[in-house]
């Protein structure tokens, strides 16, 4: 299996899991919606017409798949990544990379690791930890509570309960996050996902020059509203996840299994001695490729008569960004449009496919081993790093992150525990 094989299914199993835990999440009623469409166009036809052409063929069904990828890899492809051949246009592209602003919160905004308020939780808990550990949680922890208990701060949680649910101490760390937070979270990371493509599509069609992201599009409504409110009520209610067998065990699954296809892939782009450069290209790509086989897989499980939500939940995606470019007036038209959309930089420039594409071309070009958890901490810190003022990062990632100039670019403070007193002098001048 060669190493193009590999990214395929790495990104198809990131979207697998990206969507099946979106049901758990609040993300029904796009689904919903989009299901309702699909049932009444010819979207949802197994002959559906996608690129003039019938999906139930072949892989040139959706333009610009296999051949497209072939192009990238010799350098020939028409996708090309943010910063490259600058003034070169696509179609109906925008000759010129636009400028894309994302507006932080007017409240300070701390987002930390999930390892970090497990550690809390530990300490909370009596549990035996290093003395240097201890005073670093108490301090951060009491801190934290402080500031955002006085409005000073904000302190969201965001997915970060896929990492702990089901696991020991996972309703403790529950309410630990809730405790901290007050109850202020991120929209799940496919909603806000969505939210700035349909942002970057506007433009796109539009020609605008600048993509402006405002921080609601993070957030379930006004987080500092909601934080005024809730820090003077007596108490708040806080839900969790699913824990349904079926959702546990898929969530389960899929981590190890993508955990253990990057640590394969990496090693083999390793010993063919791929470049960091060339990886961040073929990244680039693999949103687009994504989205492709989930809605093959989709139409080829319609047209044999197997009917799976999780199919459906895998490729609504996709169908909600042609339903929304059609109401756009898109040109070209279709998937045609779509398609030109996710190779220009109109998607490539977008806060979340920007630090992830590079986090994960750093990943899977480096030495060092891929970690189980590290496929989620790329996700996690593609929502975090450009909203938040304060990222506390584990350290690799703090690394990784200043190496590629990521903290420079989103505007935002990078730290782990080893270099926390930076944190907490910042903290301390909130006070």
């Not at 790329?378 to 992150?401: G, K, Q």
């Amino acid at each position: 299996m060669g190493s193009r094989t590999l990214k395929r299914s790495r990104s198809v199993e990131q979207f697998d899991a990206f969507f099946w835990t979106a049901l758990g999440a609040g993300s029904t009623l796009p689904i919903l919606r989009c299901f309702s469409e699909q049932l009444t166009g010819p979207a949802f036809s197994p002959h559906a017409d996608i690129g003039a052409k019938p999906l139930v063929v072949s892989v040139e069904c959706l333009p610009g798949i296999s051949s497209q990828r072939e192009q990238v890899e010799a350098g020939e492809g028409d996708c090309t990544p943010a910063g490259s051949k600058a003034g070169a246009t696509l179609g109906s592209m925008p000759p010129n990379v636009p400028k894309v602003g994302i507006e932080k919160p007017p409240l300070p905004t701390l987002w930390v690791d999930t390892s970090v308020i497990i550690k809390i939780t530990k300490v909370e808990r009596g549990e035996a930890l290093q003395d240097v550990e201890v005073q670093r949680c108490k301090r951060l922890r009491d801190l934290v509570r402080g500031l955002v208990r006085d409005g000073k701060l904000l302190f969201p949680e965001s997915d970060q309960e896929e990492e702990y649910v089901a696991q020991r101490l996972d309703d403790d760390v529950h309410r630990m996050f809730a405790s901290l937070s007050l109850g202020i979270s991120m929209t799940h990371r496919v909603g806000i996902q969505d939210s700035h493509i349909f942002h970057g599509m506007k433009a796109y069609a539009k020609g605008l020059a600048a993509i402006y992201l405002p921080y609601s599009t993070y957030f379930h409504g006004d987080p500092v509203r909601q934080l005024e409110e809730v820090r003077h009520e007596r108490f708040f209610v806080s839900l969790g996840l699913s824990k349904g067998t079926e959702m546990l065990r898929r969530r389960a699954d899929a981590k190890a299994d993508i955990g253990r296809k990057w640590e394969e892939l990496r090693q083999r782009l390793v010993a063919e001695r791929q470049t960091y450069e060339k990886q961040l290209e073929l990244e680039l790509h693999g949103y687009w490729d994504a989205l492709v086989e989930l809605v093959k897989k989709f139409y080829a499980n319609m047209a044999a008569g197997r009917h799976d939500v999780w199919d459906f939940m895998g490729a609504h995606g996709a169908f909600l960004y042609r339903t929304y470019w059609r109401e756009l007036g898109g040109q070209p038209p279709d998937w045609e449009g779509v398609y030109k959309f996710f190779c220009s930089t109109y998607f490539s420039e977008l806060p979340l496919p920007f630090v992830s594409c590079r986090l994960n071309a750093n990943l899977l070009t480096g030495n060092e081993a891929i970690a189980p958890g590290d496929p989620m901490d790329v996700e996690l810190l593609s929502v975090a790093l450009p909203v938040a003022h304060f990222v506390l990062a584990d350290r690799r990632m703090e690394l990784r992150i200043k190496q590629l100039g990521l903290d420079q670019k989103c505007n935002t403070e990078v730290y782990s525990m080893s270099t926390i007193d930076g944190l907490f002098a910042r903290l301390e001048g909130l006070k």
